[in-house]
């Protein structure tokens, strides 16, 4: 196609074949996971989320090809992606709210099964002082080095941006190790009543956002090495920072409220 000229700042995408390469991906991954149910076989599944993970590799090299190659991401573009990512977390935002939802609605009135206690008979909670604190303490440091990082970009000193985003993602590798030890050291289970079920469900979803958020730093780090960022064209950097600030800030209520006040 002869794209490359235009009267006009949108983007038009040229042919793809990996929107199809990923709905064969998807519907492979699903027919494998039945597959895995009844017939305890992961060769089928195994093969569907081989498919999805090349296709998100040549599908997001084509989207960094685009916008750092070939000047497609122009200013109004630019703008489609910012409010993009500040819808899909606002969604993000709603997600969460249904956990707390769950969770201050059971603790609030805890019913006769649970023993009218919060939290419910026979149930021990973590000390919010110990591996939870110190998570805290990770996550808000790490919401400084992104900043940080983000900073120096912005100054054009890419020593310090990888110097500090190395850092983030760093930390963030290391908060995930300590709640997968948390969970292995957990007293409790997500079938313990409804207090094992919001709490592994809340700060399960939230270890997940912290392992797509990181992967997505990690991303960006790669890219910086790659010289893929400028001073004032990284938007993909900045994203990813939006992304890791919204996962501190989800951190800091699911602490305040799971781990302290409904202990």
């Known amino acids: 196609m002869s ?123 973590f000390n919010p002082f110990q591996i939870p604190l110190l998570n805290t303490i990770i996550l808000i440091t790490s919401g400084l080095t992104v900043t940080w990082s983000h900073h120096s970009m912005m100054n054009n000193n890419f020593s310090q941006t990888s110097q500090s985003l190395f850092l983030t993602i760093t930390l963030g590798f290391y908060f995930s190790i300590l709640q997968a030890y948390e969970y292995f050291e957990a007293p409790f289970s997500i079938s313990d009543s409804i207090y094992g079920s919001t709490f592994f469900m809340a700060t399960g979803f939230h270890g997940l956002h912290v392992i797509i958020g990181t992967i997505f730093l990690l991303t960006c780090f790669l890219r910086l090495l790659n010289n893929h960022f400028s001073s004032t064209h990284h938007f993909g950097f900045e994203a990813a920072a939006w992304y ?20």
């Open 3 to 125: 794209n490359n000229f235009h009267n006009h700042p949108y983007h038009l995408v040229d042919y793809s074949p990996w929107p199809l390469t990923g709905a064969i991906g998807t519907m492979t991954l699903v027919t494998g996971m039945v597959k895995w149910f009844h017939n305890f076989s992961m060769n089928l599944i195994m093969l569907g989320y081989i498919i999805i993970i090349l296709t998100m590799y040549q599908w997001w090299r084509d989207i960094c090809r685009e916008g750092t190659f070939q000047g497609k991401h122009t200013f109004l573009v630019s703008k489609g992606l910012r409010w993009g990512m500040i819808l899909f977390i606002v969604s993000e935002i709603f997600f969460f709210a249904s956990f707390f939802w769950a969770f201050f609605h059971s603790s609030l009135t805890p019913n006769i099964e649970l023993g009218t206690l919060w939290p419910p008979m026979n149930v021990i909670p």
């Open 244 to 263: 890791w600030h919204f996962v501190d800030v989800v951190w800091l209520f699911l602490y305040i409220s799971i781990y302290w006040w409904g202990n």
